[in-house]
C-alpha cells in the first residue's frame, strides 16, 4: 500500500492500528478475497515496466475455488481424475507440489482458510457439509466434523469459506453455523437453505455481528451467539447468492443476479430500508474505498457513488472478479483476461492488459509479493510477476498503511 495515511472516522483506533499491523505480514493472502476478505491488498506494487513475466504453471483439477497463500504456500482445492477432490498445498515460488488430501468433495468451490499453522476447509463430500482442520506444514488432518444435516440441501454443495473469528469459525451451512476452533465443536447453528457467499465480519455499535448471505434471504447475527438482528428477503433463481454483502456506516450492499439487483439498505435502525437499486453482479460484489464502489453491474465494470449509486464511469469488462494493491485496480474479466488501471472514481484507463487463461476465469486471484495467481474452471493455474519483489517493510513504514475504512479497521482488531 502506499504510506499516505489513511482517512479513519474514528482516530482514537489509529495507535492501536498500527500495534496491529507491526506484527503482520503484507505478503499473504490467506483467505478468500485477501487478509481482509474484502478484495484490498496490504502490500506496495511497483509494476514491471515490460509487463506481467509469467513464473509457472501447473494444474490443480476443475473446480471454482480460489487459492490462499500464507508463509510461501498456496492452498487451494480442485477434482482430479480418480479422486472426488483434492485439497493441495504448493509451493508459492514453483507451484511445485509439497502435500494433498483426498476429501472425498463432489464440488470444488470453498476456498481454504489458513491461519497459525492450520487450514481449515469446508467441504461437500455427498449432502453432508464437513469442516475440516489441518496442520498447515504437513497435511495432518487435526479434526473432522461433520456439520448437522440441514433440512434443505444445496444441490451443488457449499461455496462460502470458512470465516474465522476469535476461537470460532463461521461458515454458511444452514443460515448461519459457528464452530469452536480448536475441536470443531458446534457453538451456534440455524437452520434453512444456505447460499453460497462467505460470512462478512462487522461492528454495529460497538458488538461484533456476522452476515451470513443464504439461499433466500440475508442474515445479521450476533457474532458470540447467533442470534438474528435483523433479514433481508432474498430470493433469486436457483438460490445462488454468491457475493459477499458490503457493510459500511449502517448500510449495506447486497448484490445478485438470477433476477435481482444490487442494492443497498440502511439497516442502521434494524429496520433494513432501501437506498438504492442498479444492474446485480453474479460473481463478485466488488470493493468499497473511500466512499466509492467498484463493482461489477451487469457484464460492465463500473465505480459508483457508495451513498448514491451514481454512476462515474463504466469500463465493458465482461463479468470477474477484482482486487484492489497499492490504489491499484487489478481486474480479471470471465474469460482469464488480466487489466490493471490506476484507482480513480473519474475513469478508467488501462495501463496494463494482457491474457492469462482461455476458458472460464470465475475464481478471484490471489495476490502475494507482486505476484498474481489466477485459476480457471478447468484447474490451470498461472503465477504471474505484476510488481517487482517487495522490500519488507520497517514496523515504521507498517504503521502508516491504510485500512479501507474505520469499520475494517475493527474488525481487524477484533480478529486479532
Not at 54 to 66: K, R
Not at 324 to 350: N, V
Request: charged share 20%.
Amino acid at each position: 500500500m502506499t504510506r499516505r495515511t489513511a482517512k479513519l472516522n474514528h482516530c482514537v483506533f489509529v495507535p492501536l492500528l498500527a500495534l496491529l499491523l507491526s506484527h503482520a505480514h503484507a505478503a499473504d493472502w490467506p483467505r478468500f478475497r485477501g487478509p481482509h476478505g474484502n478484495g484490498i491488498a496490504d502490500e506496495e506494487l511497483t509494476l514491471l515496466p515490460d509487463g506481467p513475466e509469467q513464473l509457472w504453471e501447473t494444474s490443480v483439477g476443475d473446480g471454482y475455488a480460489s487459492l490462499a497463500i500464507q508463509d510461501g504456500r498456496l492452498y487451494t482445492v480442485g477434482r482430479r481424475s480418480g479422486h472426488a477432490g483434492v485439497l493441495q498445498c504448493l509451493d508459492a515460488a514453483t507451484g511445485k507440489p509439497i502435500w494433498e488430501d483426498v476429501t472425498g468433495c463432489s464440488y470444488q468451490v470453498s476456498t481454504p482458510t489458513v491461519d497459525k499453522g492450520r487450514v481449515y476447509v469446508l467441504s461437500t463430500p455427498g449432502s453432508k457439509p464437513v469442516v475440516c482442520c489441518y496442520d498447515a506444514a504437513t497435511g495432518r488432518v487435526l479434526w473432522r466434523r461433520e456439520l448437522p444435516m440441514p433440512a434443505r440441501i444445496r444441490g451443488y454443495g457449499y461455496a462460502g469459506s470458512p470465516l474465522l473469528w476469535k476461537d470460532m469459525i463461521i461458515v454458511n451451512v444452514g443460515t448461519g453455523l459457528a464452530l469452536q476452533r480448536n475441536t470443531g465443536a458446534v457453538v451456534w447453528q440455524h437452520d434453512g437453505l444456505a447460499g453460497l457467499a462467505t460470512p462478512v465480519l462487522y461492528l454495529e455499535g460497538g458488538r461484533p455481528r456476522v452476515l451470513i448471505f443464504a439461499g433466500e434471504a440475508l442474515f445479521a447475527r450476533d457474532a458470540r451467539t447467533g442470534a438474528e438482528l435483523w433479514s433481508i428477503p432474498w430470493k433469486t433463481r436457483l438460490a445462488a447468492n454468491c457475493c459477499d454483502p458490503i457493510y459500511h456506516d449502517g448500510k449495506v450492499l447486497v448484490t445478485s443476479g438470477y433476477g435481482k439487483n444490487a442494492t443497498l439498505f440502511d439497516v442502521s435502525t434494524g429496520q433494513p430500508r432501501q437506498l438504492w437499486s442498479d444492474k446485480g453482479s453474479v460473481l463478485s460484489s466488488g470493493f468499497l474505498w473511500q466512499g466509492y464502489l467498484y463493482c461489477f453491474i451487469g457484464r460492465q465494470f463500473a465505480c459508483l457513488d457508495f451513498r448514491t449509486g451514481e454512476q462515474q464511469w463504466t469500463f465493458p469488462s465482461g463479468a470477474g472478479s477484482v482486487l484492489m494493491a497499492d490504489e491499484k485496480l487489478i481486474l480479471m474479466s470471465d474469460k482469464g483476461k488480466l487489466t490493471i488501471a490506476k484507482l480513480s472514481s473519474e475513469s478508467f484507463r488501462p495501463i496494463v492488459q494482457k491474457q492469462l487463461l482461455e476458458g472460464i476465469t470465475w475464481t478471484p486471484a490471489a495476490l502475494a509479493d507482486g505476484k498474481l495467481y489466477v485459476r480457471n474452471r478447468a484447474g490451470k493455474v498461472v503465477c504471474v510477476r505484476i510488481a517487482e519483489p517487495i522490500k519488507r517493510a520497517s514496523t515504521e513504514t507498517k504503521r502508516q498503511l491504510p485500512m479501507a475504512n474505520a469499520s475494517q479497521l475493527l474488525v481487524a482488531l477484533l480478529q486479532g
